[in-house]
């Protein structure tokens, strides 16, 4: 894929942390290890080691209609393989998840092929080709665009994102998906993104100590950096909210604006 | 109660018994699942008792979450009560689905049913074509024949079942004018006195714009709307209407001049309270889907407080609008059942309204030197939405009940909201209050924060701009025209929310009499409707209580239990 960088205005620590996300080259860091295996088991869709289920004949088997937007866009390895379309869904805490839905739903647009997404109040859906989507969601789970306690894979019941944190600094979820574990000081999934049971507890690590998430943070925040102070930013949405309405009115008027 | 700028800040301290700055709910999960809550207690008992009768299971919660585990364990988190703002009423938000709520019912209902048509033409069509006098006292033998026939009475023919009087109680006929001399004449039993409803310079506007024309209002029973939805209304009027002419007047059922008479009486001059709603709504007229949003400002009564504070009225609006549109057009009517039902309730509850317009009226005053005063300039809209905006993120910053309580982020609607009320109060215009809305959740909460509400729902916000600045019927129309049935209006009730507030929150700053009719505005100040809509929150709040009564009830038509 084409390297790129997607801009945007201004030069504080939250727009500069956007910047880095909106860069397709940017390489986060790893934060934990988790086994193909356990991936499968989390995403739940299907039992690890069992085969990709196939909505359709590999591609090289199947007599297309000439189309020249297929000789241009080469197909991911899911779409080679007729793989079925499954998904993963993260809820991001407002209390300084790395990633709130729409910083999230533009990462993806910045180095994802093959996908579909939504971003939500708290949660963002991300949908691939099977097999794309156990290697994606390996990425996104195993570095720090996940955090143990404040990011979560939910199907069902994603609400929780608003509300205050649970004693051990966990956002909070109604079908329980994952446990603190004292001893180790690590969040443990005890079911699967569609809130049923695992056969045996599946670590994601620590969670990050707040300052990290702080510096971390891609939201403007009144006790970090205020949205009231990031001038250029405010300067561009105005000239675009504005040029918006005259575009899609008169856009005679637009000219020279 | 006093409202200042942190009226529901505190508001939340003692109802969470928390403090407001506290990120960690140190009982969480264990505040004790549904029994923590009154009323699912009440509903869980009353299922049991339902399943039992009937055989087949009813609704269960614990048993669907906790022993099939296939559902959410509901009341892991604490279910607050909330205060409704504007009253010292507190109760469960249960208490205000629109389904738990008959007040709310009422309201709906006191909306739709009604049927308002002018009565100069069909009596020009009496005395020029028929040769009749039409005096105070026809128009009185009138009105009390229409009074009987509204609920069902005959008049012309023998052989007609006549409906029980008891749940119609709410069917009745009034009438009104602009003209003072006119309104004296005619028995004060039927007449909406305009100069004893309104103050005297909001009745001195209401009746130049009535004029001297007639108007009459009718109520058609509740329990018709019920039973027939909104298109049998202009129907059920007509009907009436004609048979009481016919008997008053000693009209001819047959002859060629009553088609004349016909028309003009039931169609000619008639008002709608709603257009037909788009196809799959599947619903004929006087439905939410068509009502016009200025009808909104028209239809509250409540005191205005203005030159100097805007909130009072904008509130009542803001409740009408939340019930209307948003629990009642999307949480039931686009989706139903569970659908969306604390969402709407938070636009009026805890005095969170009150509290951000107590800053904004504050910041407005001192910014632009008054209320309505502010040029309808981008920078206005955008100074406005940077304020409403800032103001709103440092609270919900601070305080992590605040986001908590807007469960679900209704935070994002709460703040494009609060935006609109502050560009409409300092310009007096509803485009500037939509447009800000619209500005507010498009672009600048979204970049604030990265995020904005439930999938897909900004999406409307973005055509929504150039869109609304349009007044061609296929593109926008003048915003008090506008409405559900306004395609890029249709498929969120937030874009709706807001453009029907921008419209309230405007015309109250200009300390107008109405919005967009003098007609609508004066009928619905008729005292004898079951709903209040001179306090639409105090009615609400009654029905929270159980304490509304509502009309319609077929009680004496069942077995006595």
């Known amino acids: 894929m084409r390297e790129f960088q997607i801009p945007y205005p201004g030069d504080d620590p939250v727009a500069n942390n956007r910047k880095k996300w909106m860069n397709s080259e940017f390489t986060p860091r790893k934060l934990r290890e988790i086994s193909d295996d356990d991936i499968v088991s989390l995403l739940g869709h299907r039992k690890p080691g069992t085969a990709y289920s196939s909505v359709h004949p590999p591609l090289d088997e199947m007599k297309e209609a000439a189309d020249p937007i297929k000789e241009l866009v080469v197909p991911t390895d899911g779409a080679k393989a007729g793989d079925r379309i499954r998904y ?17 739903f533009r990462m993806y647009g910045a180095r994802l092929r093959g996908f579909d997404s939504l971003a939500y109040s708290g949660r963002t859906l991300l949908e691939m080709r099977e097999r794309d989507l156990d290697e994606t969601a390996k990425f996104l789970v195993e570095t720090e665009i996940f955090d143990a306690s404040r990011v979560a894979m939910r199907s069902v019941t994603v609400h929780g994102f608003s509300l205050r944190l649970d004693e051990d600094g966990l956002m909070f979820d109604a079908r329980r998906r994952y446990v603190f ?77 | 109660m006093a409202v200042d700028k942190k009226t529901h800040i505190k508001l939340l301290e003692e109802t969470f018994k928390v403090s407001p700055t506290d990120i960690v709910d140190k009982k969480l999960y264990q505040h004790g699942g549904t029994r923590q809550s009154k009323r699912k207690t009440e509903y869980i008992e009353y299922a049991n008792r339902i399943a039992k009768e009937r055989g087949i299971p009813a609704y269960d919660p614990d048993h669907i979450a906790l022993e099939l585990e296939v559902g959410v364990p509901l009341g892991q988190r604490y279910l ?32 739709f049913r009604t049927a308002i048509v002018c009565i100069d033409l069909p009596h020009k069509v009496l005395v020029d074509r028929y040769g009749f006098e039409v ?90 709307l019920r039973t027939m939805d909104g298109a049998i209304i202009h129907r059920w009027n007509a009907m009436g209407q004609t048979m ?60 205005s407080a203005m030159p100097d504070d ?203 009499a109405w919005a967009l009719s003098p007609i609508v505005k004066v009928a619905f100040a008729d005292p004898h409707l079951p709903f209040n809509f001179r306090n639409v929150r105090e009615s609400v709040a009654k029905g929270a209580l159980r304490e509304f009564e509502p009309a319609g009830e077929r009680d004496v038509l069942r077995p006595t239990k």
Not at chain 2, 139 to 152: C, F, R
Request: hydrophobic share 40%; proline share 6%; net charge negative.
């Open chain 1, 88 to 104: 993963i869904q993260f809820a991001d805490s407002m209390h300084f998840a790395p990633l709130p839905p729409w910083m999230r």
């Open chain 2, 135 to 224: 005096t105070p006292e026809s128009i009185n033998t009138y009105l009390e024949t229409i009074n009987h026939t509204m609920v069902g009475g005959a008049v012309t023919q023998e052989h007609m079942c006549e409906m029980h009087p008891g749940p119609c109680a709410d069917g009745y006929v009034k009438i009104f004018t602009g003209n003072d001399e006119v309104a004296g004449s005619l028995d004060s039993r039927f007449v909406i006195d305009i100069n004893k409803e309104f103050t005297p310079e909001k009745a001195a506007k209401l009746k130049e714009g009535v004029g001297d024309s007639l108007w009459q209002v009718s109520r058609v029973p509740t329990h018709a």
């Open chain 1, 181 to 257: 574990n004292k001893e180790t000081g690590e969040v443990e999934y005890v079911k699967t993104q569609r809130a049923t049971p695992l056969d045996r507890r599946i670590s994601v690590g620590k969670p990050l100590p707040e300052d990290e998430l702080k510096t971390l943070t891609t939201r403007y925040h009144t006790a970090l950096t205020s949205p009231r102070d990031a001038d250029e930013l405010i300067k561009v949405v105005k000239r675009v909210g504005e040029l918006r309405v005259l575009g899609g009115l008169r856009p005679d008027l637009v000219d020279g604006r």
């Open chain 2, 244 to 303: 009481a002419f016919i008997a008053s007047y000693h009209l001819c059922a047959g002859e060629a001049a009553i088609s004349d008479f016909a028309y003009a009486a039931k169609h000619a001059q008639y008002i709608w309270m709603g257009t037909p709603p788009f196809v799959s709504k599947a619903r004929g007229h006087n439905s939410v889907v068509g009502l016009p949003v200025g009808y909104i400002f028209d239809i509250i009564q409540h005191e």
């Open chain 2, 310 to 512: 805007p909130i009072p009225v904008s509130a009542e609006g803001l409740a009408m609008e939340s019930i209307l549109y948003f629990a009642l057009y999307y949480g039931q009517m686009m989706i139903g059942t569970v659908g969306v039902t604390v969402a709407p309730a938070t636009f009026y509850v805890n005095e969170l309204y009150e509290s951000r317009g107590a800053h904004l009226v504050d910041w407005i005053k001192d910014k632009y030197g008054g209320i309505a005063q502010a040029p309808m300039y981008w920078d206005t809209i955008h100074d406005c939405t940077d304020e409403a905006t800032m103001a709103a993120i440092e609270e919900y910053d601070t305080y992590p009940l605040l986001p908590e309580h807007h469960w679900g982020l209704i935070q994002a609607v709460q703040i494009s909201l609060i935006s609109s009320a502050c560009a409409a109060w300092a310009t007096g215009k509803p485009m500037a209050g939509a447009l800000a809305a619209h500005y507010c959740k498009s672009f600048v909460q979204k970049e604030a924060l990265m995020r904005t509400g439930w999938g897909g729902q900004e999406s409307t916000h973005h055509p929504a701009m150039p869109a609304m600045t349009s007044v061609l019927l296929d593109e926008g129309l003048p915003v008090e025209l506008t409405g559900i049935n306004v395609p890029f209006r249709s498929p969120f009730a937030d874009s709706q929310h807001y453009t029907s507030h921008s419209v309230v929150a405007a015309h109250e700053a200009r300390m107008d």
């Open chain 2, 80 to 111: 607050e009560p909330v205060k409704i703002s504007g009253t010292d009423v507190m109760c469960e938000y249960e208490d205000l689905h629109i389904m738990n709520n008959v007040a709310i019912e009422q309201m709906v209902d006191d909306i």
